[in-house]
């Protein structure tokens, strides 16, 4: 959309091993091997003064997400930040008995947007999603419906970009290695839908 990117952003992407995804932590501009570089190299195509930034940590929740918030957030002085976590939160909830919560979750985003857009900064999010595989992960539903309604709240709230994600990879075979981490074709729907809602 013409109104949300004008052509010379740096745009951070930040969130867990979907978005890091090869992401070399030895160089600071490396994008990785998944979504955020197909994102990156189309954009990069249309926009030439674009700087698209990976700072997704593999393992993540949304607690983790706050805690780096300054260092790997704030301090690189984004124009557009994109965010997608959530899933993580749902394993330690469900199976380890940690993590935040989907209230919690909910409250941590929230805190996260308001400095963001009170410091002028455009906002992604992208749904978090699971594809379950032969039955595993069916249980981890209801969980994730509530994260993934709060992303939808706080969208709102914040009149953020909302990128679809969990139909998206539910409507494909093939998405996804273990139900979480996509595949080549995963990444690539993942970024195709970025990319289609932005522009």
Known sequence: MASFLTGNERILFFGDSITETGRGWYDDAELG???????????????????????????????????????????????????????????????????????????????MLRRLTAKGVRVVLLEPYLVPVDGYLEAWRPDLEARIAAVHRLAAK??????????????????????????????QLLAQNWLTTLL
């Open 33 to 111: 091997d998944g979504y955020v570089a197909l994102v990156a190299a189309a954009l990069t195509e249309r926009f030439p003064d674009v700087v698209c930034l990976n700072r997704g940590v593999s393992g993540d929740g949304v607690f983790d997400l706050a805690r780096r918030f300054e260092r790997d957030c704030l301090a690189l002085t984004p124009d557009v930040v994109s965010i997608m976590v959530g899933v993580n939160d749902v394993w330690l909830s469900l199976e380890l008995g940690g993590g935040a919560t989907p209230a919690r979750y909910e409250v941590e985003l929230d805190t």
């Open 158 to 187: 914040y009149h953020a970009v909302l990128v679809p994600t969990d139909a998206v990879m539910n409507a494909h075979p093939n998405t996804t290695e273990d139900g979480v981490h996509p595949t080549p074709l995963g990444h």
